[in-house]
């Protein structure tokens, strides 16, 4: 079964190949340019996961838990623009934007009187806390432009 990367990756290429053909709709690239930043992110999510200090000293972990954290705080707040897909459409980018918030704030808690039990609990946690960032930051990047919707779409035309 494909990552969600690699089904971005996929997409991408179906909709460059159009874009080469010239046949591709002022929307397609629209939902071009959401695939190449999704596909940014999961990838730096990914570095950060296999970045991720095995130690137990604090300046390492602090370190990296800072570049994270700046990361994901601008996910939160960046390219928050789409088009309006009826009269929900506000209702569920809040919905999304406040469910996105709530796995911030769990993370920012948990990590704020962190103390790792042994060399790779930072490694580990790290990973859980992308692990439940992405699904969240998807939903919500989905409210402004919809990947899922378009997939049935993509191939053809």
Known sequence: MAT???NYYNLRSEVDQRIAQGRAPADAIWWHGEIVYRIGVLETCQMF????????EAQFLQGHY????????????ERRYGPNRGPDTQKERDAAQNNLGRVIEDYRKRFSSFAPSAPESYSREIGRVI???LPAWLQFRNTFVPIKKKEKEAPAS
Not at 66 to 77: E, F, G, N
């Open 4 to 6: 969600v990367l690699e």
């Open 49 to 56: 996961c296999k970045t991720a200090p095995v130690t137990m």
């Open 66 to 77: 800072k570049m994270l954290d700046a990361y994901v705080q601008c996910l939160a707040l």
């Open 131 to 133: 692990q439940t960032l």
